[in-house]
Nanobody, 112 residues
């Protein structure tokens, strides 16, 4: 079983940027995704990337977020620009369509 560790979250002002990382304990041969969960809300899919690098995004983050992966380092990234208060939440990574055990996530708070 692959273990996932998310990092890079924090407090940022609206309009700011963050880069999240997701380190996997082993090789990943599937598509990977970033999810987020806002307070009191269900977990939602933010972005997905295939092993070959094809990406897709939720409408709410299109043109602001960029998902990428380094297969040699077993690491997934999420570059987030022009952050908005509604981007606040805990961000998780996982494989797709069959998820591994969920990591602890990383908190992103967008507030002035």
């Amino acid at each position: 079983q692959v273990h996932l560790v998310e990092s890079g979250g924090g407090l940022v002002q609206p309009g700011g940027s963050l880069r999240l990382s997701c380190a996997a304990s082993g090789s990943i041969f599937s598509a990977m995704t970033w999810y987020r969960q806002a307070p009191g809300a269900q977990r939602e899919l933010v972005a997905v990337i295939t092993k070959g690098g094809i990406t897709n995004y939720a409408d709410s983050v299109q043109a602001r977020f960029t998902i990428s992966r380094d297969n040699a380092k077993n690491t997934l990234y999420l570059h987030m620009n022009r952050l908005k208060p509604e981007d606040t939440g805990v961000y998780y990574c996982n494989s797709y369509p069959i998820p591994y055990n969920w990591g602890q996530g990383t908190q992103v708070t967008v507030s002035s």
